[in-house]
């Protein structure tokens, strides 16, 4: 079993910066954050290995956004940098415990979800 819990989620204006946090409980292979508007599909924007230094990104957001560990403190950081109004979504973290991960950015590989942590970007 996995569980996480997301926090640093806000209101931020165009072209500024958030951190979100996910502290994580248990072992995974895999760990990544995902995001949601409402009345759209859920998808990834950052995976990373967990135990191994690999990371990928969605094209929307690479060079913006930087996916990053704490292992002594079991967490889990998305840098959110030039933040534009079409980031505004809920955001949520998510492990795998399959070392295998076909599909790196779709959210069915992941078994393990938090609750989310809402952003919004807006002037």
């Known amino acids: 079993q996995v569980q996480l819990a997301e926090s640093g989620g806000g209101s931020v204006q165009p072209g500024g910066s958030l951190r979100l946090s996910c502290s994580v409980t248990?072992?995974?292979?895999?760990l990544g954050w995902f995001r949601q508007v409402q009345g759209k599909e859920r998808w990834g924007v950052a995976i990373?290995?967990?135990?191994?230094?690999?990371?990928y990104y969605d094209p929307s957001v690479e060079g913006r956004f930087t996916i990053s560990q704490d292992k002594d403190k079991r967490t889990i950081f998305l840098q959110m940098n030039n933040l534009q109004p079409e980031d505004t979504a809920m955001y949520y973290c998510?492990?795998?415990?399959?070392?295998?991960?076909?599909?790196?950015?779709?959210?069915?590989?992941?078994?393990?979800w938090g609750q989310g942590t809402q952003v919004t970007v807006s002037s």
């Open positions: 990373m290995r967990t135990h191994y230094p690999y990371d």
């Open positions: 248990g072992d995974s292979n895999w």
């Open positions: 998510a492990a795998r415990t399959d070392q295998y991960l076909p599909f790196p950015l779709s959210p069915t590989q992941y078994n393990f």
